[in-house]
């Protein structure tokens, strides 16, 4: 098993009395700052008759309003700010699917914070100042290549910000500069891992022994190919702009759910009627930044789909782990009735041989009945095999997502390399119904 490395001990293996004083402390500073600073916190507390005093310890939260993704964009860039603009020394956007970005303020408190953290979650994966981290995130209003830089900068290991693109070049840099370690998304990963292959790269040239992947849902069938194609250990980071970037939570070595920096981060999960539920059952994430000044939000329902685990973890951390995101509550696919989620489906492709970890799903709808077809790339060790085998192959698949997702899909069946790679987050889903 990889070496345990904690980078802040005294932090991160406190009793969880100590973590409930800090959550109950920061909690109240927090409520307080955004009932003075953002108008829209004092509207909507005032609203439903809260005010800061009744928020005492961490349990008050509930008393608190929901803060939803429409209310930054609503208050776009810059309402939601808590501290006069010229105290924020940076922001990051996120994309988002439609409209205005997502828009993030930052202090010089909250970089360094967020630089603290990374480097917390950077040492789960074995990051040390003996590293050599390639970070192939992008760099620029996404926070994924910036947040793992000022995280592996501050361990101490020695950065390369290649940035996302340019594939070659990437495979080129990380033989020759030894790198030891790899920060970008699962899904280049993968595609890192196809060109090491095209190439014939000779993987003893490759130094590689960690990899810390996020910003998308991934599942344990693609840790196992990443770690057996690029010979890593590979891990889950997770985080959301919203929040700050990436290092909101990471696994350890012990790799059963993320530990959520509960210092900084109060996490709930709640259920549709957005009632708390205990610890281990499913439903959505929702956090609070505790200690954020620039940009603190209350209660962000993330729409990720988690649960936590309190139970004491043997790497010896007592921050609270969640569950990996598998999906968000609205990457759900309605199918005739049918709900369906991408990793589902992800999932059930991927206990069958033949096929490569590429794939896409494309949805119709062709008069009244929506139509759903997976498009999956071809093994390379496939090429050459009959026609008959290839409709055998098919109908295997197909039978697969019917047993396991409950509807019957189209699979066609694609050429090695034909479906379209990204640099950054795949894109699974074509839904042309909208
Ligand atoms: O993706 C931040 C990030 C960068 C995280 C690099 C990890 C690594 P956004 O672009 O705002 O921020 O997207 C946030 O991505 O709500 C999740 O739905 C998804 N996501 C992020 N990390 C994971 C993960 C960054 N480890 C949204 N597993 C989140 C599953 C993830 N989904």
Redesign the pocket.
Known sequence: MAKNVIWDPKKETMSRDEIHEIQSRELRNVTKRVYDNVPFYRQKMDAIGVKPEDIQEAEDIQKLPFTEKSDLRDNYPFGLFAVPREQIVRVHA?SGTTGKP?VAGYTQQDLDTWADLMARSMSCAGITKDSVVHVA?GYGL???GL??HYGAERIGATVVPASGGNTQRQLMLIRDFGATALAC?PSYAMNLADAMEKNGMDMSEIKLEAGV??????SEHMRDQLEKRLHIRAH???????MM??GVAMDCVERNG?HVWEDHFLPEIIDEDLKGVPYGTEGELVITTLTKQGMPLLRYR???ISSLDIRPCACGRTHVRMK???A?TDDMLIIRGVNVFPSQIEHSLLKIQGIAPQYQIVVDRKGSLDTIEVQVELDRTLIGDTVRDLEALSARIAAQLASDVLISCQVKLCQPGSLPRSEG?AKRVIDNRK
């Open positions: 996120s997502t995130y996404f926070t994924g947040g793992a998304t992947f996020g910003a998308e849902p991934w889950d980071v997770y985080g959301l702009t919203e970037g990436p993320l993330t729409h990720d990996r995101v598998k968000r987050k």
